[in-house]
């Protein structure tokens, strides 16, 4: 079955800087790759997904680009905000096991002021 | 477009009583997850609901948790006896079709003392 790492854990920029999560997936049917971002003591919320068709997508500050070659994806936060401290979670999914989402074990990113 | 309602919010009980969670999900999103979440990791799928039918429950502990969703719109989520290891917060989420963007509750708090 599917199994996705996500590196670093815990990942602490300053104010300004950019930061950059990284997950690998095991399964080559994997087509749906979606981001969220958990803020302490509230649900996951969406920030940015993609589908296997794309190599690479944008909503402003956040990015995330896919290398299916290589089965991994990553989250680019540019500028970063003391708003974007939280954990954030990756994800993959594939048709043939329903899209479960497999989860990464997520990546604490602290915003040094 | 409201989002995914749960209740309770918070609960505590005490180990081998029962407790029920219950779920609104997004007007017209077919699909609908249970997933537990213990503190310091990521969501892990309970039961995947496809209109009122079982699509995945294969990480459900049936000797303890049942789930039904009988008109294919509202869900509840028991667990009984609980255990002190099911401390955790249960989220609700709901997606219009496999593969769709997951949307999550606030989720239920539970704390089995």
């Known amino acids: 079955g599917e199994n996705v790492e996500q590196h670093p854990s815990t990942l602490s920029v300053q104010e300004g800087d950019s930061a950059v999560i990284k997950c690998t997936y095991s399964?080559?049917?994997?087509?749906?790759f979606p981001w969220y971002k958990q803020e302490l003591g509230k649900r996951p919320q969406l920030i940015i997904d993609?589908?296997?068709n794309v190599g690479e997508k944008k909503d402003q500050r956040i990015a995330v680009t896919l290398n299916k070659t290589a089965k991994h994806f990553s989250l680019h936060i540019t500028e970063t905000q003391p708003e974007d401290s939280a954990v954030y979670f990756c994800?993959?999914?594939?048709?043939?096991?329903?899209?479960?989402?497999?989860w990464g074990a997520g990546t604490k990113l602290i915003i040094k002021p | 477009e409201a989002g995914v309602a749960q209740s309770p919010r918070y609960k505590i009980i005490e180990k081998r009583q029962s407790v029920a969670f219950w779920c609104n999900p997004i007007s017209g999103h077919a699909t609908l997850y249970w997933y537990q979440q213990i503190l310091g990791q990521g969501p892990k799928l309970l039961i995947q609901f496809q209109n009122n039918g079982v699509v995945d429950d294969s990480q459900l502990p049936k000797d303890r948790f049942s789930a039904e969703r009988l008109k294919g719109v509202d869900s509840t989520l028991k667990i009984q006896p609980a255990k002190l290891e099911d401390s955790a917060v249960y989220l609700c989420?709901?997606?219009?079709?496999?593969?769709?963007?997951?949307?999550f509750g606030e989720g239920s708090w539970l704390t089995v003392v």
């Open positions: 399964d080559s049917a994997s087509n749906y």
């Open positions: 994800a993959a999914s594939n048709p043939p096991s329903n899209y479960q989402l497999i």
């Open positions: 989420a709901s997606s219009r079709a496999p593969g769709n963007t997951i949307y």
């Open positions: 993609i589908r296997s």
